[in-house]
């Protein structure tokens, strides 16, 4: 797991990569020595993910490790995204260091699955949403820092309006009664959650209070699919993200959704459910 400013999450699924494939291969550190010239302590640096490892030396381990043409052209793609610069580096100066990371592994994910207890998700806010949001997390942040932060919000959404991103999102009702920013905020917030819900690529559930207690009572998290590779949790902190790719953790957290699945609203009732709520406000 990695927290705050550790190795990139992709640079950790790549050095995974290539050191079970050395191990399937039977090899040890000599042999890499041997064959490639390189030092321990690079090799030791790579698999650690320590230090980045070139697209050159990707392939060169790929095929002493005898990995397939398909393998081998997965790593030249893991090693060329991990050295990516995105998008979202414009943003540079209101972004936290953890949460640069998430940015770059949702914009080159194929779905997203998540939970939250008492916000709605950033790929759902409105940007008056999201403001009030920004400006109650971190009460000391000038209007610039607020408006930028709010904005980046609004890029990531981009994902979900044209169709590219998948994203089934479970929300507490609690995120739903809340009320950010006043009644107008609210009530626009609300309403922007039933637009999305006509989108193909959009699931949204709410998890009711009647419902009671669940298997994730406490913990907000999102799960990331991804085409090229294994998938990863990021759960978010105030200090802090953390980034989970064990698959022991991948897989109990993917049974977790289930079962918030399952216990939630579906779809047509979580749509009734947020009209009762604006009703009330």
Known sequence: MSQKTGPGIRRRLLAKALTKLRERAGLGFDDVIGHLGFSKSKISRIESAATGVSIVDTQALGRLYGADNGTLEWLDRMARIAKKRGWWHVYGTVLVDWFVE????????????????DLIPGLFQTPAYARWVVRAGVPDATDEIVNKRAELRQTRQRRVEDGSLTVWAIIDEAALRRNVGGREVHEEQLNHLLKLTEKPNVTLQVLPFGKGAHMAMGTAFTLLKFNEYPSVVYIDNLTGGLYLDDETEISRYGLVLEHLRAAALDPQESMVLIREVLAAD
């Open 102 to 117: 998430y940015i770059a592994l949702e914009t080159e994910a194929m779905s997203v699955g998540t939970y939250e207890i």
